[in-house]
């Protein structure tokens, strides 16, 4: 199990997906802090996917993230799920898997954070 927080620090940026996230680190507009697994690049970049995925929306964020496809907007339009502070999102994989790159993370507002916690399959 490993277990991350991402703070998107500029909304104007893209939306990102977390298989690039955990495997960089950062990305324009985004922070990615380890619980202390070391780098999650390694483990990821040859597996791209895992079995168990959770999101959460801070309970200290004040406003809405968004979970979606690559289309995912801040601004109204394409959302995919909207997780208001405190919120959890939880995807079994489990005989299949889920794949990272398919996962995109926006917010309606700076300094929004996200917990993410994955199991590899």
């Known amino acids: 199990m490993a277990c991350v927080t991402i703070t998107i620090t500029d909304t104007t940026q893209p939306a990102q997906n977390l298989l690039t ?9 985004y922070t990615v802090q380890s619980s202390g697994q ?25 406003n809405t993230v968004y979970k979606g496809d690559e289309n995912v907007k801040n601004n109204g339009t394409w959302q995919g799920k909207e997780m208001q502070p405190g919120d959890v999102d939880v995807q079994q994989g489990y005989p299949r898997a889920i794949y990272l790159g398919e996962v995109f ?3 309606a507002a700076n300094g929004a954070i996200i917990n993410v916690e ?3 399959s």
């Open 21 to 29: 996230l955990l495997q960089k680190g950062s990305a324009p507009g």
């Open 38 to 62: 070391g780098s999650l690049g390694a483990s990821l970049s040859t597996i791209g996917e895992v079995s168990y995925l959770s999101i959460q929306s801070s309970p200290r964020n004040s």
């Open 105 to 107: 993370l926006a917010a």
């Open 118 to 120: 994955y199991h590899l």
